[in-house]
């Protein structure tokens, strides 16, 4: 079976198989990249890696519209549902679940998750969906850090990776990560959206590919792979 996953721009991604539709990040008012508005987004679930207005973007008025479940830590689910997104799934990092459409396993990431508001966000998180024998790795808004090696055990198929500087790893540190977590291919997403994030990936792609470390993929924002 065949996953398609298309890059709108930051870290706002979607995810769809035959089994599910899946939204990660929705930011979209506001994301100068995003081709698309709200109300084009269909999702079944919808994941959010941490409380940053940059992430949480349209879940609540996507989630409402379609009966999606967010997805996300204790806290970012309680603040979701007291703003009308009721459906929700809790995790912790460490901790995985079986759904219907597939696994799901919460990593670590290095960041800060203040919601909107500025209240409680819990910790932020990094993803890993495992369809239809497939794994993509999600890292949300990180830092390097050297337990990226035992995310590389996953035998990851695709990992989508912050390359902004600033605010997450920059593009020298992106590929640190890709050479512990060795992903048949990679994504580069988190830049260009302001100013202080913006990067010129054309380098970066084809250091990556020169090394053959991994098979690095420019998405322009609307554009899709199929896994």
Known sequence: ????????????????????????????????LCPISAGDIEADYICITHGHADHVGSCVEIAKRCGSVVISNPEICEWLANKGAKKNHSMQIGGSYLFQWGKLKMTMALHSSPMPDGSYGGNPMGMIFEIDGKKIYHAGDTGLFGDMKLIGEEKIDLALLPIGDNYTMGSDDALKAIAMIKPSKVIPMHFNTFDVIKQNPVHWIKEINESKLSQAIQLSPGESITL
């Open 1 to 32: 079976m065949s996953i398609k996953v298309t890059w709108f721009g930051h870290s706002f991604f979607t995810i769809e198989s035959s089994k599910v539709r899946i939204a990660i990040d929705p930011f979209i008012e506001g994301n100068k």
